[in-house]
């Protein structure tokens, strides 16, 4: 049974940076999601097994970068150029791969964990 933990939330100011730690990613591909208040569960980026792909969504599309260390089991999302609507609850979750669908929520990712929140509000 697969583990994931998330790490890394906080409150941070607009412009600012926070960097999500996700724990227990095995040699899987990983997806990054978030979900807000009063909104949807939406796909920020996913990191295949690899490292070698990397997909982001519009919203954060040159803001936020995803890396993965497989020898600490790790794989983490840079997020810079923080702005109030990325306040969220963000989840890892594992996957066989990213995919074409990679942002869709439902069926393709096995293991999901429990969540870090960010806060970015002066």
């Given at each position: 049974q697969l583990q994931l933990v998330e790490s890394g939330g906080g409150l941070v100011q607009p412009g600012g940076s926070l960097r999500l730690s996700c724990e227990g990613s095995g040699f899987l591909a990983i997806g990054w999601f978030r979900l807000a208040a009063g909104s949807e569960r939406e796909g920020v980026a996913?990191?295949?097994?690899?490292g070698g792909s990397t997909y982001y969504s519009d919203s954060v599309k040159g803001r936020f970068t995803v890396s993965r260390d497989n020898a600490e089991n790790a794989v983490y999302?840079?997020?810079?150029?923080?702005?109030?609507?990325?306040?969220?609850?963000?989840?890892?979750?594992?996957?066989?791969?990213?995919?074409?669908?990679w942002y869709f929520v439902g069926g393709q990712y096995d293991y999901w964990g429990q969540g870090t929140e960010v806060t970015v509000s002066s």
């Open positions: 996913c990191i295949s097994s690899s999302l840079q997020m810079n150029s923080l702005k109030p609507e990325d306040s969220a609850i963000y989840y890892c979750a594992a996957a066989s791969a990213c995919g074409d669908r």
